[in-house]
């Protein structure tokens, strides 16, 4: 079920590369949450997808101050879709009241800004509006990006896709990048923000796993860069590296895995790249990770990426077929949403290398 008001007319696009999201179905209420962020979207996204999409969950009041602090600052709405929720008794959700994703064209003066600057006017929109909601206590902002949706939903993952009618093959959500990840019940409450995975400027990021370096890598990560707050998971913190090298200091993604897993110092002595490796371990070590962690993720430019680290407890997995790659942290993952795939053209990244797949749907390996 959709609805969708626009001041603009629209045709939809339904491109023959997309996936619509299909949700595997499980037995049980053994999980506690479900968050998906949707990047190079199709479906009622069509004719928006180089305007910023506003993500957010909250109160009739929280919907007031988004609106009067846009108004204010000159975004114009060209279009929102509010998901009309599916309300049957017995679902197990803590729904909000109001759930808006919202396209608007940037503020006039945005026309003679660099995409640099438009990316920073985006990111501090987000930020501020998210201050805003929290000393009210009216509602959480995911994300205000182009082409991209964030949804983030406490309690049980199956009844969250029946109240969002995410189960439905309607076209009202529809894109090439899907990354997802269900919540499994802890002794702690979940906070909306922890919900995997996480989104900043382009980049996309889910994490399976613990990180015992989570307090110095989040007090260096404090210093780095006004984006880097919250800090609800440990695993937050693998983005906001992710970030910090690919976008900030602009290396090459091959070295991220070197910042959050370096190479024994014995090992990089070996190495002609030495010199380095050797100031990557020295100046960016309070951003090393330890834990057996699985890292998937997407590139501002539509590349997914998958690593471990050197633990590897944590068993990743790329399967494919001739239309759609996915990556999964554990085979029945995969098993449940492509079941005729070759299995024998699955892969199993070792600990010392990123797989990434570009958008011809190619994948290649790294080796750290």
Known sequence: MCRIGSIKSKVPIQPSKALHLMLPQQEGHDNSGFAMVMQDLYGIFSNYKDKPLLSLACTQRGAQLVEEYMDTHNFVQLAEWIPVPDKQPGLDIQAMPYYIF???????????????????????????LRKILEKENAGYVYSFWPDVLTLKEIGDPRDIATYFHLWDD????????????????????????????????????????????????????????????????????????????????????????????????????????????????????????NGPNTIIGVLPDKKMITCCDSKKLRPVVVGRTDDMVAISSEVCGLNEIMPDRDQTKDIYPNEREIVVIDNDLEVQRWKQ
């Open 102 to 128: 919202r396209n608007y064209d940037y503020p006039e003066d945005a026309e003679h800004m660099t995409k640099e600057q438009k990316e920073d006017l985006l990111l501090d929109t987000r930020l501020a």
């Open 170 to 289: 309607n076209g009202c959500l529809v894109a090439k990048s899907i990354v997802a990840q269900c919540r499994q019940n802890t002794n702690y409450d979940i906070v909306r923000y922890a919900a995997h995975p996480f989104f900043l400027q382009g980049y996309t990021l889910c994490a399976n796993g613990e990180n015992t370096f989570y307090t110095k890598n989040k007090e260096f990560q404090k210093s780095l860069h006004r984006g880097y707050i919250g800090f609800e998971s440990d695993s937050q913190c693998f983005l906001n590296t992710l970030h910090y090298v690919h976008h900030e200091l602009k290396w090459p993604l091959t070295y991220y895995k070197h910042v959050i897993t370096p190479l024994p110092f014995e090992e990089i002595a070996e190495r002609p790249d030495k010199d380095v490796l050797i100031a990557i371990r020295q100046s960016l070590a309070n951003l090393e990770i």
